[in-house]
């Protein structure tokens, strides 16, 4: 895309307030975008901001030529404002209203589901027919799925394929999974014991690792992938803008 019409693709990202888990998770995407050659800037907004100065941010970004995609950690109200053609994160109502529905196609698929499933292509697992289990709570009612209200041992034993992302440290343990079993681990939580401070998943890794047959970890497992998937949806958003391929 430079060679062939000097233009990049653009990220824009909304930081608020000074939580040193946003700055890292910023600094990192900051990193990988400048690793492929994607230009990225980041808005920085007061803890105190108004709802509306924030969504004055996104009003501007969606109408920057340069910005192709919009990353921020905000409100509902702040997601719908976003330009569907923006929203690399793939959480515009539009965007999953359209994943849901059977014969329509998103623009962008969220970044981490994305990965997951990547994960999975890449490693040669087959998904048809498998019996598949996904431990985890909606982020936008902020409650418990059913699952965690039942007794999750015995559904877990029947997975062919585990997906947790629950941010519960350990929850995931051996005597859940059969043989065989296949494991995503998306959770992550910052945990601090008489080891120190460490990054930690929801699965118990070195007791799933005995019967697992493949198995993410964390750090490191799908956090990365996370992070190509958001650049590859920013790419996509930039051919969208300029009407560019490979071939142009």
């Known amino acids: 895309m430079k060679n062939s019409i000097k233009k990049s693709p653009g990220l824009g990202i909304i930081l608020v307030g000074k939580r040193k888990d946003s700055r890292s998770f910023i600094r990192i995407k900051k990193k990988a ?31 920057k030529g340069s910005v192709h995609g919009i990353l921020h950690l905000s409100k509902q109200k702040i997601v719908s404002a976003v330009n569907v053609e923006k929203d690399v994160d793939g959480f515009h109502p539009v965007n999953i209203g359209n994943l849901a529905m059977t014969g329509r196609e998103p623009l962008f698929i969220p970044c981490a589901s994305k990965g997951c499933i990547e994960v999975l292509h890449r490693c040669g697992v087959e ?76 699965v118990f890794y070195e007791e799933a690792i005995l019967k697992a047959s493949l198995i993410t970890p964390v750090p490191g497992g799908v956090g990365p992938v996370t992070i190509s998937m958001l650049l590859y949806n920013t790419v996509e ?11 142009s």
């Open 237 to 247: 958003a930039a051919k969208r803008a300029y009407r560019w391929t490979e071939k």
């Open 33 to 63: 975008c400048e690793e492929v050659g994607i230009t990225s800037e980041v808005v920085d907004l007061s803890e105190d901001c108004t709802e509306g100065e924030v969504l004055d941010v996104v009003s501007e970004l969606n109408h």
């Open 127 to 202: 998904i048809m027919g498998k019996k598949a289990v996904v431990i985890g709570r909606s982020k936008i009612t902020g409650l418990p799925t059913s699952l965690l209200l039942q007794n999750p041992e015995e559904i877990t034993r029947e997975a062919d394929i585990l997906v947790s992302d629950v941010g519960v440290p350990n929850l995931v343990r051996g005597h859940w999974l059969k043989p065989g079993v296949v494991v995503i681990d998306m959770g992550s939580k910052l945990v601090t014991d008489s080891k120190g401070s460490r990054v930690t998943g929801d």
